[in-house]
């Protein structure tokens, strides 16, 4: 294990684990797929329920019509934003689709351009506005995405990480070369946000997507949207709802955008996620990414080197800087192998032409990952996992 190279003591971390109850009964290895919930989410959302169960409607103007821009605010401290410039969504195509409704998608610039490892919902959003006019351009890689932007792209929707690999993208000179011709990056952090820095305002995006089921410990149903500030002044979206507008209340028959981010709202917002997913924000804030990723750099590191020695496959990068917070790798039967491991409480995921996924968060023992692999190594041995081949797909 190559621990010299990592500052920080693991025990300091460790002292969490108790605030995360699914730690007492798993092996919990899948914070890249759904974070570990925090005890304090259960906290909020019994909150939640108290204010609709005692103070009814009052509770809207009591905090929750505000809450997909307090909570936003939250977040945007974790990835750099200044406030006012995050607002909580539904999901990921929710925040696309919005952006995507900005423009006009004409000739001469109307191309969009991306990689082909892009998660399938960001490329299915970005796809389907085709039928309004935009070109879409479909890369192999970062490389090639760097090459293919030209004067005639609007828009480059860009992963952090690469939800299958974890491999972590040029962002910085993808960002350089769209600025160079006026095109738009649209950051999607939902791989990284929590566990790989990130500072939205320092890489001058225009905007930046994710959501908090990850690393951030949030939980599903609440999404999110960065603008920057000088852009959101500039755009109207077309996907727009009454919580956009500038007197909502006033219940006027014309649109008239709200100042800032707060244009990019939608409807009536998912309360009780955004209560949730504070929550893990603020553990995140509280600990701070760069001491996660210092940590994170350190699992992983210990992760490749006992895949090396159980001579696995391994499909996620070798080399520190490039790699996010999960280690993939190809064992034989890998569908049947995670499907043993989830009975035996070691919880993980398997993606198609990757093999199984590893992530372990700020809250992870060496111990455990020791374990988990050394599971996945005498079922191998025993054939234990044979049993499991017709298990169905799942967690």
């Known amino acids: 294990m190559r621990s010299g190279v990592f500052n920080l003591h693991p025990v300091e971390l460790l002292d969490y684990r108790d605030r995360f109850p699914i730690l007492a009964s798993t092996t919990y290895l899948i914070n890249h797929s759904l974070g570990a919930m925090p005890a304090e989410a259960q906290v909020r959302l019994e909150q939640f329920a108290h204010e609709w169960a005692t103070r009814g409607a009052r509770a809207w103007g009591e905090g929750w019509w505000a809450s997909p821009v307090r909570v936003g605010d939250l977040l945007g401290r974790v990835i750099g934003a200044p406030a006012g410039s995050t607002v909580m969504h539904q999901n990921v195509t929710v925040a696309e689709a919005i952006v995507l409704s ?11 351009v991306f990689e082909a490892g892009l998660f399938p919902s960001v490329r299915y959003v970005q796809q389907a506005w085709s039928r309004f006019g935009a070109e879409i351009v479909v890369c192999e890689d970062a490389e090639a995405v760097i090459e293919a932007i030209d004067e005639r792209t609007l828009l480059v929707p860009v992963s952090h990480v690469l939800y299958k690999t974890a491999e972590i993208q040029p962002t910085e000179r993808i960002v350089e070369r769209a600025h160079e011709v006026g095109a738009h990056v649209c950051l999607d952090a939902y791989q990284s946000a929590g566990a790989v820095p990130l500072d939205v305002t320092a890489l001058g995006i225009a905007f930046c997507v994710g959501g908090s089921v ?34 909502p209340f006033d219940f006027e028959p014309e649109m008239a955008p709200a100042a800032g981010a707060a244009r990019f709202l939608t409807g009536t917002p998912i309360v009780a996620a955004n209560y949730a997913a504070s929550a893990g924000y603020e553990i995140i804030e509280e600990i701070g990414v760069e001491r996660i990723r210092q940590n994170s750099m350190r699992q992983t590191a210990l992760l490749v080197d006992l895949v090396d020695s159980a001579g696995f496959e391994l499909t996620s990068p070798r080399e520190p800087e490039r790699r996010g917070g999960s280690v993939a790798f190809r064992v034989p039967d890998f569908k049947a192998v995670h499907a043993e491991l989830a009975r035996r409480e070691i919880i993980c995921d398997s993606r198609p032409d990757t093999g199984l996924r590893f992530g372990p968060h700020f809250f992870t023992t060496e111990d455990e990952i020791r374990f988990a692999v050394d599971q996945v190594v005498d079922m191998l041995a025993t054939g234990a996992h044979l049993q499991r081949e017709a298990a169905p797909a799942g967690y």
């Open 102 to 112: 900005c423009f006009d998608l004409k000739p001469p610039r109307n191309r969009i």
């Open 214 to 247: 990850k690393w951030l410990c949030g939980g599903p149903g609440a999404g999110w949207l960065y603008v920057r500030p000088d852009l959101a002044e500039q755009l109207e979206p077309a996907f727009a709802g009454w919580q956009a507008h500038a007197r």
